[in-house]
């Protein structure tokens, strides 16, 4: 076990370390930082990597494996009413524990957070219960994409243009944010693995392909919900509070401002987790599904993945929020501030592999393509897609472009290009808009794009929102357009996969829900 650590921390510090690089040179050569802010710099990215290896560890003991077994057992219910609302709950708990949520919430001006995170875990639990469905009723992913964008694209285009509700405009950033950090470290391998369990026992030549696209549909919630939220409140960009810079004289100021705030963490991971944990409990007594040693791996899991999300979330809050802010504030404020645009290329390109549960997301894809998706790929995929959302997040905020000019048409050419690559690109590629956006988007590049708008004078609601949603859509037409040059490989690899699943398991089982068979529903 301590080998397989050490492997996971390695590969946290391989990913951590060109971000860290970047931003201390930029810190040198374009904004001189306090040694203090510097400092704190350094000692979060060190608990970052510390953390993630941990945290990437836990998920492979525990989240992965209980939501697959979940999923498994879920498809085995007779009654297709009680598997909706147990999905239900299981989308409304697990997003309550979700710490990027809690992250942004505590950001948004006016909207009280414990308010904002239960509308969020309301859609996220009904799109989850209607993503399980898509599954067992072989529903196609791109048609429920069209059909729910379109309804979403249609009501914030088309209410806020009624005079009483032409607010709205200003709230449609946020309500895609909360879309973006839904899904986050804890939500995203638990989703992922429930999504691969209730596909398998398909057994069909198109369960690899639906095996993905739970991410996506239980993106689509939350902007729904905290867009109609916004008819209760109207925060405006004057009531966003920039947190301030903390002071730090000596090496004893930063360890005072870590403990101070790790203490609130634990309290924050432990609240998250006990209620995933009383639920796998009352899962395994009703089903009785894992053995004592399957049970006892998964509780290591769950200890690992608190370690590692509480060392994780104190070394990216307290020492990488901070520097976001200084960095975006002080480069926008001087005479050279379009060098923000190729700056956050740079660090949108290397930021993506500090992601946690971007690890998790890349790993499965190698698994359930059988390699010819390899991790590398994927990785250089979401990379050039978070360089792309960065870059045009800068330019927005720097011109003052509205978001839905770019929001519409990039989505448009995301559905479209559903109709042209493989099934199963169009769910990875969806899941990867949810997935980047995890705890160094919220944590990092929000407060950088908070600090940009500052320093321009514009407006932090309008402007500064909205840098999730756009991390959120490019990897949706970056990785589809991968999956034009990986189609061939692809559906040879899972025709050949499904083909054997077939001649073991026999057709498909779920047969209470009248999905029996395996007709091909291209």
């Known amino acids: 076990m301590n080998k397989i650590l050490k492997e996971k921390i390695r590969e946290a510090y391989s990913s951590v370390l060109p971000i860290s690089v970047i931003v201390l040179v930029a810190s040198v050569v374009l904004v001189p930082m306090p040694t203090g802010t510097i400092l704190m710099f350094i000692v979060g990215a060190a608990m970052l990597i510390v953390g993630m290896g941990f945290f990437t560890l836990g998920a492979d003991m525990s989240m992965m494996p209980m939501g697959e077994g979940i999923g498994v057992q879920l498809t085995k219910t007779t009654k297709l009413i009680l598997t909706m609302v147990i999905c239900f709950f299981m989308g409304l708990i697990i997003t309550i524990a979700e710490p990027d949520l809690q992250v942004l919430a505590a950001q948004v001006p006016a909207v009280p957070p414990l308010q904002l995170i239960l509308v969020v875990a309301v859609g996220v639990g009904l799109f989850l219960a209607l993503a399980i469905f898509r599954i067992l009723f072989k529903i196609r992913l791109s048609v429920l994409l069209l059909i729910f964008y379109g309804i979403l694209f249609a009501v914030i285009i088309f209410i806020p243009m009624i005079p009483q509700y032409s607010f709205l405009t200003d709230f449609i950033p946020v309500a895609f944010d909360s879309g973006g950090v839904t899904t986050g470290p804890m939500t995203v391998p638990f989703i992922l693995a429930m999504g691969v369990g209730v596909a398998s026992v398909r057994s069909d030549r198109n369960s690899q392909d639906d095996s993905f696209g739970l991410v996506a549909l239980c993106s689509i919630g939350p902007i729904l919900a905290v867009f109609f939220l916004g008819v209760f409140f109207r925060p405006s960009g004057e009531d966003v509070v920039i947190s301030a810079i903390p002071q730090v004289n000596t090496s004893r100021d930063v360890i005072k401002h870590f403990a101070i705030e790790f203490p609130r963490y634990i309290e924050d991971v432990f609240l998250a987790l006990a209620a995933i944990v009383v639920f796998f409990i009352i899962f395994q007594v009703i089903s009785n599904r894992y053995k004592k040693r399957q049970i006892v791996r998964i509780l290591i899991g769950f200890l690992y993945t608190f370690i590692g999300l509480v060392v994780f979330l104190t070394g990216v809050n307290v020492g990488f929020i901070p520097v976001g802010h200084f960095l975006g504030e002080q480069l926008a ?8 645009v190729p700056l956050s290329v740079l660090i949108g390109y290397y930021i993506v592999a500090a992601e ?7 790993k499965q894809v190698e698994e359930i393509s059988q390699g010819t998706i390899p ?18 997040t800068m330019v927005r905020i720097l011109v003052g472009i509205p978001i839905m000019y770019i929001l519409v048409p990039g989505y448009v050419l995301a559905l479209a290009l559903t109709f042209f690559v493989p099934k199963i690109f169009t ?6 808009g949810g997935v980047c956006s995890g705890p160094m988007t919220s944590t ?3 407060p950088l794009a908070m600090g940009t708008c500052k320093g321009v004078g514009g407006d932090l609601m309008k402007d500064a929102f909205g840098i999730v949603a756009m991390v959120a859509m490019t990897p949706l037409i970056v990785i589809q357009i991968m999956g034009l040059l990986y189609g061939h490989k692809i559906k040879t690899v899972t025709k050949h996969a499904a083909a054997q699943a077939m001649d073991s398991s026999g057709a498909g089982e779920i047969v209470e829900y009248g999905v029996e068979g395996s007709s091909d529903d291209r």
Request: overall charge positive.
């Open 356 to 362: 946690p549960a971007v690890h998790v997301l890349n």
């Open 444 to 446: 990092f590049l929000l």
């Open 375 to 392: 991790q590398k790929a994927m990785k250089r995929g979401l990379s050039i897609g978070m360089a792309a959302a960065l870059a045009i």
């Open 427 to 432: 769910g990875i590629a969806f899941d990867s």
């Open 333 to 340: 404020s001087s005479s050279f501030k379009w060098i923000l």
